[in-house]
């Protein structure tokens, strides 16, 4: 500052042409001239100044002392230091006041330290400066932020602890935020090996209106990478076999490190045998070599594979293997169409659901068996080149359609579980694999029935007659209702033409109406036969008494009348009275006058005489 103050002396001396006592003053001492520079003698006009000396003065002031109004940072020198305050001193009118606890990041703060500050409040009540080095701190923090993020420069971070999704780092005492993916480039597990480390990190983004940061270390290796990947990828070839370092594992596969280059191992390509999950054959961070199985023309997806560095499992299947050998193996996929069986690492056959059981009655696999069940099998077919095996489980247990006939000869009478309906009948299983249809007609003797879930339900037993029987088409005809008299043959002779039965109207059909004489027969009253002797008809709940005029086992049909009662007797009387008017007329025979006069009277009727 007196090198300054000499300097405009000089200045001031070669362009002055005035020698006032109060210029030779300041040129011998500015800082005592300003400081004792009598302000209310100017402004009042009482000590007059030319405008040389107004000049000079006002240089030296510019020169001197700091412009208390600005914002801007200012760097003072620690002159005292109390209890709970720092006096800095800023070459202004007066020192400035800062509390410690700005300080508290440097315990070792002393005077004569310099320190940025920034103006907080021009004047407090007792005429002192009161600065603010912790706004200091944030303004040359973002300018050095903003800079760094503009020049790409490399900044140091001290990491503070993790947030959601990542951590938070001391950027030049800024909280910036690192993402949990900038961190590295390979995920990372363990984010607490990181706080309170410092690293190196590249600012990559500010938010100016949320004054939020955003800074990277993973872009700080990217660079390097680059090379190494580029480096690799040129050298890629289908078929080489590289090492790699397991970087993720996921449902539908594994991610390879080969080096800054990532490449899938897809879970198919993981190993010959059926796996659930990656990390049965894998764990993280593990060394293992794979082979390129493909990749796109930029390289920038690489397809690895795992089994390809082993022998294929049916090229180590033993030659003596062939159809009809049994084998054991473990579920390890079933569908509903069959199971697949594990037989040797990497080899599966199919047992397809008709080969599970003898039943005809079709079922889910999962009804015979889970997965991770050991089963025994035997070898249906077998394709080595397409690499497809067929196994049979029912082939282990005898055909029961062997001895059919002896088991179940015609007429025997058997008892069977009800699986399965048909429009036409039902199905009964009277053993596993022997399966027997029930035609809806023969189910019951007297029952109308429109479908077999009307008579029975699914899982019920029946007893059953063997009807029918075709060995080599194994197919099994039964029937229910023969297990039982037929009714309709006691009917026929209680309910014979002509016989006279009391019952009361069911119900009014069309056409006439219906009666009930037990459960089992019911029967058709025309309207024509509903008619009573007085001339009415019969209404619903009238009992009276009905004849048979109709009856029909063979089509369970019975036809009634009431009006054949009382007219039949009409025509009993009718019969009778002239059967006794004939005898009469036989007892009283005629005379021979008697003839005579007839004659006449013939005679006459046909003269037309009275």
């Not at 009382?566 to 025979?589: D, G, L, P, R, T």
Request: charged letters at 30%.
């Amino acid at each position: 500052m007196a090198e300054k103050a000499k300097q405009t002396e000089v200045e001031a001396t070669d362009a002055a042409t005035v020698e006032a006592p109060v210029v030779s003053e300041a040129k011998a001492n500015p800082e005592k001239f300003l400081k004792d520079f009598n302000w209310h003698n100017y402004e009042e006009g009482i000590d007059e100044v030319d405008d040389k000396q107004l000049q000079e003065f006002e240089k030296l002031v510019a020169e001197n002392f700091v412009d208390t109004l600005d914002d801007e940072v200012v760097e003072g020198t620690v002159v005292h230091i109390t209890d709970r305050d720092a006096i800095i001193d800023i070459n202004a009118k007066s020192e400035g006041v800062i509390s410690l606890n700005e300080f508290r990041y440097n315990p070792d703060l002393k005077e004569g330290d310099k320190v940025e500050v920034l103006i907080d409040v021009r004047e407090d009540a007792t005429g002192q400066l009161v600065l603010s080095h912790r706004k200091a701190r944030v303004i040359k923090a973002w300018d050095r932020v903003n800079k760094a993020h503009e020049t790409g420069e490399i900044v140091n971070g001290f990491v503070k602890c993790r947030t959601k999704g990542g951590m938070i780092v001391d950027v030049f005492g800024i909280e910036a935020f690192l993402p949990g993916s900038q961190i590295d480039v390979k995920p990372i597990r363990d984010y607490d090996q990181y706080v309170n480390k410092t690293m190196e990190f590249k600012v990559v983004k500010i938010n100016h209106e949320f004054k939020n940061v955003v800074v990277s270390h993973k872009a700080l290796i990217e660079a390097d990478i680059e090379e190494q990947k580029k480096e690799i990828i040129g050298q890629l070839e289908k078929g080489q076999v590289l090492e790699g370092v397991v970087k993720n594992i996921t449902s539908y596969g594994v991610f390879i490190d080969l080096g800054g280059v990532d490449g899938l191992v897809h879970i198919t390509d993981l190993s010959w045998s059926r796996i659930n999950h990656p990390n049965e054959i894998v764990e993280l961070d593990q060394k293992l070599n794979v082979v390129i199985l493909d990749f796109d023309e930029n390289k920038s997806r690489i397809q690895l594979g795992l089994k390809q560095l082993s022998k294929h499992p049916w090229e180590a299947l033993a030659d003596t293997v062939k159809v009809g050998d049994k084998v054991k193996g473990k579920v390890v996929v079933i569908a509903d169409y069959g199971a697949f069986i594990e037989v040797a690492d990497g080899v599966e056959g199919l047992i397809h659901v008709s080969e599970m059981s003898w039943s005809t009655h079709l079922r889910s696999a999962q009804d015979f068996v889970s997965v991770g069940d050991e089963v025994e099998a035997q070898i249906l077919t077998l394709d080595r080149e397409d690499r497809k095996m067929s196994l049979g489980i029912k082939q282990l247990t005898p055909d029961p359609w062997t001895d059919i006939t002896a088991k179940y000869p015609l007429g025997s009478k058997h008892t069977g579980i009800v699986r399965n309906f048909t429009n036409f009948g039902v199905f009964v299983e009277l053993e596993e694999g022997i399966d027997g249809l029930i035609y809806i007609s023969d189910l019951s003797w007297t029952k109308k029935i429109k479908h077999p879930s009307e008579f029975c339900a699914v899982g019920d037993k029946l007893d059953v007659v063997v009807l029918e029987l075709d060995v080599e088409g194994r197919k099994l005809s039964l029937g229910h209702k023969q297990t039982t008299e037929n009714p309709w043959d006691k009917y026929e002779t209680e309910f014979a033409l002509d016989t006279v039965h009391k019952a009361a109207i069911s119900e009014i059909v069309d056409k006439g109406a219906t009666i009930e004489f037990n459960e089992d027969i019911v029967a058709f009253v025309p309207s024509r036969h509903l008619e009573k002797e007085d001339g009415s008809k019969l209404k619903k709940g009238e009992e009276t008494e009905f004849k048979i005029i109709e009856f029909n086992k063979e089509f369970k049909r019975v036809v009634a009348s009431h009006t054949a009662i009382f007219k039949a007797e009409e025509i009993k009387n009718v019969k009778a009275a002239v059967k006794k008017q004939a005898s009469q007329a036989a007892e009283a025979k005629p005379t021979l006058g008697d003839a005579n006069d007839a004659l006449q009277a013939l005679k006459d009727k046909m003269d037309g005489k009275k």
